[in-house]
T-cell receptor
Framework: DAGVTQSPTHLIKTRGQQVTLRCSPK?????VSWYQQALGQGPQFIFQ???????QRGNFPDRFSGHQFPNYSSELNVNALLLGDSALYLC????????????FGPGTRLLVL | AQSVSQHNHHVILSEAASLELGCNYS??????LFWYVQYPGQHLQLLLK??????LVKGIKGFEAEFIKSKFSFNLRKPSVQWSDTAEYFC?????????????FGRGTSLIVHP
């Protein structure tokens, strides 16, 4: 039973570029959440996808957008990259339901130069 | 809005020492509480969680946490740490009202255990 997988593991971009990160949820999970974890900080919620719709959003600008596919996998897109976007981007999956716990992937380390 | 405070940012212990990591949250309603661990080079893993019932929660690898509602606290404990417990520990809280169910994380505590 594969857990949450993310690709790529590392990425280097320059300011102004665009990036797409990918996530495959744990088997049986239908909800995907994305988090940004800056160095020395805890994960910060970006948004959550369920049934191919953005269900909730944290305090992130519109440069951050996402998508969920029919197989529940998800993408995170960041446009017009800034130096401050350098961080570990985490994907977490869960099942629908109030009591369900999120399971995290290994993350994608993004460096913006 | 809810917030989570982890008072100890860096903790250094010798093997066999006892551990207690503090976590306080600010939210007046019903909450779910979590402790996650991030070992060097690995992904976030759930250590333990509290939803309801017995406020003393047992987790994996000998960890436990106690929910004290009156103090808005959920401190993590382990009676005897090992070198392999060296990791980053995150407390997280989520409200159970309003349909959100999105956890808010503390900034983490870095634990180093000397062999």
């Amino acid at each position: 039973d594969a857990g949450v997988t993310q690709s790529p593991t590392h990425l280097i971009k320059t300011r102004g570029q665009q990036v797409t990160l990918r996530c495959s949820p744990k088997s049986g999970h239908d909800t995907v959440s994305w988090y940004q974890q800056a160095l020395g900080q805890g994960p910060q919620f970006i948004f959550q996808y369920y049934e191919e719709e953005e269900r909730q959003r944290g305090n992130f600008p519109d440069r951050f957008s996402g998508h969920q596919f029919p197989n529940y996998s998800s993408e995170l897109n960041v446009n017009a990259l800034l130096l401050g976007d350098s961080a570990l981007y985490l994907c977490a999956s869960s099942s629908q339901g109030a009591q369900e716990t999120q399971y995290f992937g290994p993350g994608t380390r993004l460096l913006v130069l | 809005a809810q917030s989570v405070s982890q008072h100890n940012h860096h903790v250094i212990l010798s093997e066999a020492a006892s551990l207690e990591l503090g976590c306080n949250y600010s939210y007046g309603g019903t909450v779910n509480l979590f402790w996650y661990v991030q070992y060097p080079g690995q992904h976030l893993q759930l250590l333990l969680k509290y939803f309801s019932g017995d406020p003393l929660v047992k987790g994996i690898k000998g960890f436990e946490a106690e929910f004290i509602k009156s103090k808005f606290s959920f401190n993590l404990r382990k009676p005897s740490v090992q070198w392999s417990d060296t990791a980053e520990y995150f407390c997280a809280v989520r409200s159970t009202s309003g349909g959100s169910y999105i956890p808010t994380f503390g900034r983490g505590t870095s634990l180093i255990v000397h062999p």
